[in-house]
C-alpha cells in the first residue's frame, strides 16, 4: 500500500505526500526489481474481461477485494450535440428536454441512485457540468455556487432540473476537464478510491458548426479533444480512481469502445463504457434493465479496485495541480445575479440537507 514503510530504506524514501520513491534510481537494483515488478503488474491489469454475469456476483467480488464502499463523483455533459443525438431514441427531442416524463439524462441519473448508492461510502457526491457556453472544452461547472456537493441522488436528479434550463449547449466535447477534476477529488481525499461517472451522448467533438473551437479530424489523425481525453484516461490510471461512461441518446459510440479497450499505457485499465440506450430498449422488464445497467457499470470495479491495491495507488497523494470549477451558469437573459432559492419546476421538491453541515458538503478540490 502506498501508506506502508519501505523495508529498503537505503533505497527508497516517501516524498512529502507519502507515496514511495527512489533516492538513487539509477544504480540500485531493488528499485530496478520494483520497475520491472509495477510493469508486469501494469501488463496484468492493462485490460479486464467482462467477466460476472450478475450483479450479486460483482457484488461478491466486490467485498472478496476488500471494498466496502467507494466515492462517486459525477459528471453530466451539456454539449451542443445533445440537441440533434435524441432523433431516434427521444423521439427528436433534445437529449436535456424537460417535460412531463423523463429525459434520457434523467433516467440515467434515476436509476443510477436506485442501484449504485451502497457503492458510496457517504452519500455526498460532488457533481459537474462540462461542455455548455461557459466551460467549452476547458473547464467544469459546479452543481452549486458554493461548491457544495450534492447528498443523495435524489438532490442530483433535483438540482440537475434546476439548472438546465439555465444552460446554454455548446462544446466542443472533451471528457478531459471532468477527468481531471475526478483525479484532483481522489487525490486530495488521501488517495481514497472513487469512481467518476460520467454520462454523456458519446460525441467526443471532432467536427460541430456551432462550435468554432473544434477541429475537423484529418488523415484518420484524433482530434485536440479527442487527445487530452485520451492523455486524461492514461493520467488517471496513476490514481485510484475508476471511470465509468454512461452512453445516453442514439450514438455513435465508435470512440467509447476505442477509450474502453484500445488505449495504451496505462498503469491499469480504468475506463468503462455502458449503452444505457442499448439496454433501455430491451424488450425485458424495467428491474431487468436496472439490474443489467447496474452490472455492466460495476463489471470491472472489482478488478481495478485491486489493480489500485497491487500498484500501491491507494492512500497515496500525489501532488496533482488544483482545478477550480466553475459556479453554475448564470439563466439566460437578463438575470445577472444567481437566484438562491427558486425552483425551474414547480413539481421539484427541496431536498433537505439532513445533518450535513454546508462545510462537510463542500467539494474537497474546489
Not at 337 to 363: L, Q
Amino acid at each position: 500500500m502506498g501508506s506502508k514503510n519501505s523495508r529498503n530504506q537505503d533505497h527508497h524514501h516517501r516524498d512529502s505526500y507519502g507515496c514511495r520513491v527512489s533516492s538513487n534510481p539509477s544504480s540500485s537494483p531493488n528499485v530496478a526489481s520494483y520497475a520491472d515488478g509495477r510493469r508486469k503488474l501494469q501488463s496484468k491489469y492493462s485490460r479486464f474481461d467482462d467477466d460476472y454475469n450478475s450483479l450479486e456476483q460483482v457484488t461478491k467480488a466486490l467485498s472478496q477485494a476488500g471494498l466496502e464502499s467507494s466515492n462517486l463523483i459525477v459528471g453530466i455533459d451539456f454539449t451542443k450535440s445533445n440537441e440533434w443525438t435524441g432523433a431516434r431514441s427521444f423521439h427528436g427531442e433534445s437529449l436535456h428536454h424537460l417535460g412531463d416524463s423523463m429525459n434520457p439524462y434523467e433516467q440515467a441519473i434515476s436509476i443510477i441512485g436506485r442501484t449504485l448508492p451502497a457503492f458510496d461510502e457517504d452519500n455526498l457526491i460532488p457533481c459537474f457540468g462540462f461542455g455548455d457556453a461557459t466551460t467549452h472544452d476547458q473547464k467544469v461547472f459546479s452543481f452549486y455556487p458554493d461548491d457544495q456537493v450534492c447528498n443523495g441522488f435524489e438532490e442530483v436528479l433535483s438540482r440537475y432540473r434546476e439548472i438546465v434550463p439555465r444552460v446554454n449547449l455548446a462544446g466542443p466535447t472533451s471528457f478531459a476537464p471532468i477527468i481531471k477534476t475526478a483525479i484532483e477529488i481522489a487525490n486530495s481525499s488521501g488517495g481514497q478510491y472513487h469512481v467518476l461517472l460520467i454520462i454523456a451522448d458519446g460525441h467526443v467533438s471532432s467536427f460541430s458548426s456551432e462550435v468554432t473551437r473544434s477541429e475537423e479530424t484529418v488523415n484518420g489523425r484524433l482530434s485536440p479533444q479527442e487527445q487530452n481525453t485520451i492523455n486524461a484516461i492514461v493520467n488517471a490510471s496513476n490514481y485510484p480512481l475508476s471511470i465509468v461512461l454512461v452512453g445516453v441518446g442514439d450514438g455513435p459510440w465508435d470512440m467509447m469502445h476505442k477509450f474502453n479497450d484500445n488505449i495504451p499505457s496505462r498503469a491499469f485499465d480504468n475506463f468503462q463504457f455502458v449503452n444505457f440506450t442499448e439496454i433501455m430498449s430491451k424488450h425485458i422488464p424495467m428491474s431487468k434493465k436496472e439490474a443489467k445497467f447496474a452490472l455492466e457499470a460495476l463489471m470491472e470495479i472489482p478488478s481495478q479496485y485491486k489493480a489500485t491495491i497491487d500498484l500501491q495507488l491507494l492512500g497515496c497523494r500525489k501532488g496533482a495541480p488544483g482545478r477550480n470549477a466553475l459556479p453554475p451558469p448564470l439563466r439566460s437573459g437578463s438575470v445577472h445575479s444567481y437566484p438562491t432559492s427558486s425552483r425551474s419546476r414547480s413539481n421539484v421538491a427541496h431536498v433537505p440537507s439532513t445533518d450535513h453541515s454546508s462545510r462537510s458538503r463542500r467539494c474537497p478540490s474546489c
